[in-house]
């Protein structure tokens, strides 16, 4: 059975806000869906953190096998404060389509360094009148300006996706440093806490929307640049291991507005179970007008001759697209 987690979006622009909270449906087949109802509802609470109007975005549930519990993590925004705050919340089931229990929501790895964060910068002092997007301010970002600026209070975590390796081993992968770095942090044993581990993903970068699969033993990140709700191209990042060294690649889109990834944004790359090499690259058409109207772009990941992952347009498509 495969569950599917999103946003409950409603009308209007008041539907980018969350106002009902995070909505479950499940499948077979991938073509047929039953609503399964809200998961994670937001909280009629002033005080709490998913109050009604908050931002909850690309929510994703992983399942601990030793703790027997879904565990959800997801993007939030405190109500009120525009996308200041940068926070992932937790939220932890016993069944699958909730309910989820809000646990708490924190900006990660508060006092860690990342592992890959070289020794000499850590003592790297920057002067406060950089100009934002001048040369000096750039390099000083790539070096880790924004990393220290939130060293004590932890890192920031916009869009976020997890992945669980082979070895049980889950990973938090999220846009931070005021979306300039993605963090790939590692998650605790029961996956409902970081454990202090964590690599910067290519500095300076911009990127967001992360989605990671693995292929042949190699792991492949597709993300987004940077342009709100509006498309952009697609990237495409490989390394030999989840925690890197990762590598850009190319985008990924080939044809007809590849530039635009065919006007969606990357959200998710789904193993199609018990396939073998067979993914689905899932997107989101965003709406911020009408939220509720957003669309989903679902494409099957095709692999070129060398072996590297491209997505190409289809009008239509069915799972005998895998052989
Ligand atoms: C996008 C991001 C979305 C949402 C949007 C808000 O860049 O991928 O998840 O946060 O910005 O403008």
């Known amino acids: ?35 399964e109802g809200i998961a994670l509802p937001v909280s009629k609470d002033p005080e709490s953190p998913i109050v ?10 992983i399942f601990n096998a030793a703790t027997q519990k879904f565990v959800m993590w997801f993007h939030l925004e405190l109500k009120g404060q525009g996308y200041k705050a940068a926070k992932t919340g937790l939220a932890v089931a016993d069944k699958v389509t909730g309910p989820f229990k809000f646990v708490k929501a924190v ?22 009148n950089l100009k934002s997007w001048s040369e000096e301010w750039i390099q000083a970002v790539k070096e880790g300006m924004l990393l220290k600026r939130d060293f004590e209070k932890g890192q920031m975590a916009r869009d976020m996706t997890h992945y669980v390796d082979d070895d049980g081993k889950a990973y938090h992968i999220h846009a931070s440093e005021e979306n300039l770095t993605l963090h790939i942090a590692e ?23 992360p989605s990671i699969f693995k292929h042949n033993g190699r792991y492949y990140m597709i993300t987004s640049g940077c342009t709100g709700w509006a498309p952009n191209s697609a990237r495409l990042l490989v390394a030999d291991s989840v925690l890197g060294e990762w590598e850009y690649v190319k985008n990924p889109c080939v044809g007809e507005d590849a530039d635009l990834t065919f006007h969606s944004q990357s959200t ?24 509720i109207d957003g669309r989903y772009v679902w494409l099957p990941v095709q692999f070129d001759e060398n072996g590297l992952p491209f997505l190409q347009w289809l009008d239509k498509w069915d799972l005998r697209f895998f052989k």
């Open 52 to 61: 009604e109007g908050c931002i909850i975005e690309r929510p994703k549930v």
């Open 107 to 128: 900006n990660p790895n508060a006092g860690k360094w990342p592992v890959n964060y070289p020794e000499k910068l850590k003592s790297k002092i920057y002067p406060e």
């Open 187 to 209: 998650l605790t044993d029961d996956y409902q806490d970081f454990s202090g581990k964590y690599i910067r993903v290519l500095p300076t970068g911009h990127n967001e929307a």
């Open 1 to 35: 059975m495969y569950y599917w987690f999103g946003e409950h979006k409603i009308e209007g622009k008041e539907g980018n806000q969350a106002w009902v909270g995070v909505h479950c449906y499940s499948s077979q087949n991938l073509t047929d869906w039953k609503d």
């Open 268 to 291: 998710f790359v789904l193993p199609v179970q018990g396939k073998k090499d067979a993914f689905i690259f899932m997107a989101d058409r965003w709406n911020p007008e009408n939220a």
